[in-house]
């Protein structure tokens, strides 16, 4: 069964530093690989997704992530946070031919200025 | 705006009630999925519909059910209510089915059973 693995509940940064939230997969196969950002009272919104080729894919916001087969990783990285990216992130694996998705347990980060 | 939306915004019940959350798609999109947020059990999928038909089902108990109607919105219906069934309650939809075609997700229903 297909599961994932983010292993940080909270991360806090400075306002400017880099950011990377963790997230590990288990499936078989290569899956389809998303991040998710959740604002408070909001729902889920894309960041970015990953499918196959280019393993460093960019998103939305100034984030990307990386596809590393090796270490069933798709981390997530930023190289300078800003105050507004203070969110609840989720990753989220789905099968090429299935129709559900299933979710980390979600990373809050907390941004100080 | 991701342009699904879901009513009520809030929803407070009683033990063994019933109620029926809505959500209307984005224009366009056959697909809608739910999904259940609770604080022990973390995000998860409870059941999709495809233009009109139930194409994947997940964690959804037996005093759940869906349906997706002809003009594409879709109700979640909550039986017998126990106190673990609060949780925020998503909608999400997708112009066609399948993890490639990306999920727009509503703002939720919040739910409290006491």
Do not use: M
Request: with cysteine; hydrophobic share 30%; aromatic share 12%.
């Amino acid at each position: 069964a297909q599961s994932v693995t983010q292993p940080d509940i909270h991360i806090t940064v400075s306002e400017g530093a880099s950011l990377e939230l963790r997230c590990n997969y288990s499936y078989g196969a290569t899956p389809y690989l998303f991040w998710y950002v959740q604002s408070p009272g909001q729902g889920l919104q894309l960041l970015l997704k990953y499918f196959s080729g280019d393993t460093l894919v960019q998103g939305i916001k100034g984030f990307e992530a990386e596809f590393k087969r090796s270490q069933s990783s798709f981390n997530l990285r930023k190289p300078s946070v800003h105050w507004s990216d203070a969110a609840e992130y989720f990753c989220a694996v789905g099968h090429p031919h299935g129709n559900k998705l299933v979710f980390g347990a979600g990373t809050i980060l907390r941004v100080k200025s | 705006d991701s342009g699904v939306t879901q009513t009520p915004k809030h929803l407070i019940t009683a033990t063994g009630q019933r109620v029926t959350l809505r959500c209307s798609p984005r224009s366009g999109d056959l697909s809608v999925y739910w999904y259940q947020q609770s604080l022990d059990q973390g995000l998860q999928f409870l059941i999709q519909y495809y233009n009109g038909e139930e194409r994947a089902k997940g964690n959804i108990l037996e005093r759940f059910s869906a349906q997706q109607f002809p003009d594409l919105h879709s109700e979640l219906n909550l039986s017998s209510l126990e106190l673990g069934d609060s949780a925020l309650y998503f909608c999400a939809s997708s112009v066609d089915t399948g993890p490639s075609y990306e999920q727009y997700f509503g703002p939720g229903t919040r739910l409290t059973v006491t």
